[in-house]
């Protein structure tokens, strides 16, 4: 039977999922059986899922001796550290270390386009006979990361990382927060880009401004929260002969393992993520898990024990960005006839 119509017009054999010879160029025998078009297909994982048997980042048993971490946060908008008397912080209970960018071995930086975004608020020490907690550095947004408390449990570094304000001394500085405002004022991240399709330079204006009717308007666009199930976490193994092992819950295995190997300052080979499966993502896990990688790592080869870092939901919810929010302002140039013209 030659497959000239479709398979309800080729008799019994094709609706019973019988093979049928499709003729042609080349001539081949198909089994509708085992067509995908149509048929629902199991998910690899699904018989895992179902029975809550699915490992995740935070059910793969923990190493003997693995640390904790927890990260400290920036309790202003915007500001300038002054101070940050990080022995009252290593002096919590339980605290193992605490760690500044100034432990950072290589870039402090994990920004996925432009290179401006810290793994941990840039610091400078500042040289002072009497006093050797100064320092200075710039804050940038309500919990940015400023520390990270590696500590023996995950209770005991979120204990410590929670009270980070009484150490810090910062200067508030006036913060930029509608976006409108900012663009208006010209501080804008990268430089106002402008895309125009017209028939010839300046036609689009002049037929707007020609018009017998001209219409304006605006739309927004609220942001939006990514919030997959499944938090940011991340822990590193370190091992043998200068390399780290990192289970990261990413969308990114590759980007992690070269923001990973530039804040340690090492080759890309010596670094190695997996991720075997993440609880969710949307574009949330795509760069932004990198900071919380980059953190786990630096903090397990500094000390030389595996180091977990587990974000809380709110934690999760100030460090990372979102989907961003959008304003759009259009004008339209309409002829007497409502006819539009640009």
Known sequence: MTGDGPIADRGPDAARGEPVSITGPQEAVMDLNEAVMGRPVVHESAHLHVAGAAPFTDDVPEVAGTLH????????????????????????????????????????????????????????RVANDTDNHRMQGELRYLGQPVCAVIARTREAARRAAAQVAQALTIEPLPAMLDPLAAAEAGQTVVPVMRLARESAPGAAATAIETAAHRLQGRL???GQEQFYLEGQISYALPGEDRSVLVLCSTQHPSEMQHLVAQALDWSSNQIQVQCRRMGGGFGGKESQSAPFACIAAVAAVKLGRPVKLRLDRDDDFLITGRRHCFWTTSMSGLMSRVESRA
């Open 69 to 124: 971490a927890a990260l400290g946060l920036s309790p202003v908008a915007r500001g300038r550290l002054t101070r940050f008397d990080i022995d009252w912080m290593r002096a919590q209970p339980d605290v193992v270390a605490v760690l500044t960018a100034l432990d950072v071995p290589g870039r402090n930086d994990c920004g996925a386009i432009l290179q401006d975004e810290p793994i941990l608020a840039s610091l400078e």
């Open 220 to 222: 927004t666009l609220g």
